[in-house]
């Protein structure tokens, strides 16, 4: 399927084993799961004292806690009186139904449930002689404390983000959508990490056709691991051979359940504190979640000052390379003079003056983000100024230059998503370098590509350039670029396919 194909490279197979451990259930065939394991603990328990009720108790250290397994577990494996008289068997009925004090009690039906139950933090208890087994949820709730969405700050929004338990994220969605409708859905992936896939929807509103892909695609990741937020993004965007996010990713909460009830879909993983919302369109990268709990004139003003410095960012620093080269006769005279007594002294060309300047910038950037935080900045503050200044007055670059490379490296920050940010950046220097060969026409070719290329995208059949290009030809009330108020916005978008449209009366 070409470079960009998702088949198996020949002479290397992947081979699916079913079942993963083929023993039966037992304590040797834990034993051997987890040989060579020193967090495996195992522990003979004898019911109610009875040495002939003999129980094996096996947990994983550090996935279990451990007041829990005390009290919810052993505690009332030895003082429950009833145990003594009653034989093996009926020891085993009543702990299952109700013996434990613990609130998930399940059978274990073989080797594989048993061993992936004690790696999600479960207890097993096997009874030998009856060749069954229990296994009691006793897992740790260590997590990081939920605090401030620190990459979407907001003034009168709601202070918490997600964080990398997955069952704290559920349940900072239950609390803002406290429907029967919320649906919650959990797949598997990974076959070393098994990592934990939720898949929220509305029922009733979500597009079916959408959720059933979502399925589809999370079923046929057949992968060793999901680690990080780009593995599960390449195996649920429609396309890889493009920059452009297909895929919003939100620290959110408010932000999740706000395009919930729109009819879209939200996907969060266990282990990662953000959550995917799909289908997205352009437009979606571009609005904050601030937009909706600003007055709507004030709103509308600062999305079109965002898609404003959108074309900013992108071609200002190739209009100003294309009219340098090609076109003088578009820059005032005054500013010519100006343009031309600053380039004077300059050795290098003007193409190479740009580039080498965005190069610059994105390596100053670069630095910042990977750097620790008060060192991060005291870089961006020497590269930015001390170095900058340094190179004008070394007449190494003009003025001109520099004003119109940090210009478009401003507008650039306005944009709320960073994954669009990353293509927008690398966009801005194609376009750089196309007006360097053939002036404005390379950028009327470069930029007809670009629309081109946004107008072939979809995210789950959804136009990337929805609302302002659509399939359906229908433009929605209040969810183009000049929105109206929220009192008169009384559909959902058409082109989310939702099962009810309308949101109010």
């Known amino acids: 399927m070409g470079i960009f194909g998702r088949r198996r490279a020949p002479g290397h197979p992947h081979p699916r084993q079913e079942p993963v451990f083929a023993a039966p259930l037992c304590q040797a065939a834990l034993e051997r799961a987890f040989a060579n394991c020193a967090d495996f603990r195992s522990r003979t328990l004898a019911l109610a004292g009875d040495p002939r009720k003999e129980v094996v108790l096996c947990a994983v250290e550090g996935m279990v806690r451990t007041e829990r ?44 449930q048993a061993v992936f139950a004690l790696l999600d933090g479960g207890v097993v208890l096997l009874f030998p002689a009856l060749g069954k087994a229990l296994i009691c949820a006793t897992a740790t709730e260590e997590k990081r404390s939920v605090g401030d969405p620190e990459d ?46 939720d898949v929220l929807y509305l029922e009733g509103i979500a597009d079916p056709a959408t959720v059933a892909e979502v399925r589809r695609r999370l079923g046929a990741m057949d992968l060793d691991g999901v680690l990080d937020a780009g593995h599960l993004e ?32 939200g996907v969060l993983v266990d282990g990662l504190a953000v959550a995917f919302v799909l289908p997205a369109a ?38 100003y390379v294309s009219a340098v080269l090609f076109h003088p006769e578009m820059i005032p005279l005054p500013l010519a003079k100006s343009v031309i007594a600053a380039k004077e002294d300059v050795p290098f060309a003007t193409l190479f003056e740009v580039v080498m300047l965005l190069l610059a910038f994105e390596v100053i950037q670069e630095a910042g983000l990977r750097l620790p935080g008060n060192l991060g900045q005291t870089v961006s503050i020497l590269g930015g100024l001390v170095v900058g200044s340094a190179a004008v007055e070394a007449k190494i670059v003009s003025p001109a230059v520099l004003i119109v490379v940090a210009a478009a490296g401003v507008a650039g920050y306005t944009v709320p998503s960073q994954d669009l940010t990353g293509a927008v950046r ?41 609302p302002f290009a659509a399939a359906t030809g229908e433009q929605v009330e209040g969810h183009a670029l000049f929105r109206v108020p929220f009192p008169r916005t009384k559909l959902r978008p058409a082109s989310l396919k939702s099962r009810n449209r309308r949101n109010q009366r």
């Open 152 to 197: 979407e700050p907001a003034v009168k929004a709601a202070k918490d983000s997600f964080v990398e338990s997955l069952r704290t994220n559920t349940s900072l969605v239950r609390r803002r959508l406290r429907s029967v409708s919320l649906r919650v859905e959990e797949e598997i992936v990974g076959r070393q990490s098994r990592t934990p896939v």
């Open 426 to 466: 690398l966009w801005r220097l194609t376009l750089t370098l196309a007006a360097g060969v053939a002036g404005l026409l390379g950028v009327s070719l470069a930029g007809a590509a670009l629309v081109g290329h946004l107008a072939g995208l979809t995210s789950f059949g959804v136009p990337y350039l929805t």
């Open 234 to 265: 390449q195996y649920l965007c429609d396309r890889l051979d493009t920059p452009f996010p297909q895929l919003l990713a939100t620290q959110r909460p408010d932000r999740l359940c706000a395009n919930l009830l729109s009819g879209r879909v």
């Open 69 to 112: 397994v005390n009290d919810y577990v052993l505690r009332p494996m030895a003082q429950d009186a009833a145990l003594a008289a009653l034989p093996l068997e009926g020891c085993y009925a009543r702990l299952a139904s109700g013996g434990l004090y613990n609130l998930s009690v399940s059978p274990a039906e073989s080797t594989d």
């Open 282 to 319: 352009l437009a979606l990268f571009l609005t904050a979640e601030q937009d909706g709990t600003d007055n709507w004139m004030v709103s509308v003003g600062v999305t079109v000052l965002r898609y404003a410095a959108l074309l900013l960012t992108l071609f200002l620093p190739a209009l």
